[in-house]
């Protein structure tokens, strides 16, 4: 396949765009974030105060951001590679690009799978403590009255009590 200067710039152009994007994908797992498959569920509200809040990472188990990350990568830099050169240094020039932009990718990629969360222990009204993590949003502080909603399956987020 043979691409020209111009194209390969285009295409250089996306895929600038494309990287920093896939960070907008990483997990959400905040007091606010919901399933498609757990609306119309049945919840059961709890009340408690916040005690103590401490900022934690929460990584994603998948790996498939990390893979689409270094696919675009590789590409593009075998791509913006290819424009480099002639003969034998154009090959090493498409290969290094390559092997560039896939580890800058794969290292986008594994950046999208990352948030900061929140482990928040609440105790409840009855006396009893519990350590929950989610997500910032909501961001709650010690001290706070929260509610503690409990999905069917066990799953539990906490949000602020109004």
């Known amino acids: 396949m043979y691409f020209r200067k111009p194209a390969a710039l285009i295409l250089a152009a996306t895929v600038a765009f494309a990287l920093p994007a896939i960070s907008g994908c990483g997990p959400h797992v905040g007091g606010y974030d919901y399933n498609a498959g757990e609306a119309r569920q049945s919840y059961s509200v709890y009340r408690a105060t916040a005690t103590n809040v401490q900022e934690v990472n929460i990584n994603s188990n998948s790996s498939s951001r990390q893979t689409i ?94």
């Open 69 to 162: 990350g270094a696919v675009i990568g590789a590409v593009a830099g075998g791509v913006i590679g290819s424009t480099i050169g002639s003969g034998s240094g154009q090959t090493l020039a498409t290969v290094g690009g390559a092997l560039l932009g896939g580890a800058a990718g794969a290292g986008a990629g594994d950046l999208a799978s990352r948030q900061t969360g929140l482990q928040i222990t609440v105790r409840y009204d009855n006396g009893s403590e519990e350590v929950i993590v989610q997500g910032r949003d909501p961001y709650i502080t010690p001290g706070q009255r929260v509610r503690i909603v409990v999905g069917p399956d066990g799953s539990r987020r906490v949000e602020p009590e109004y």
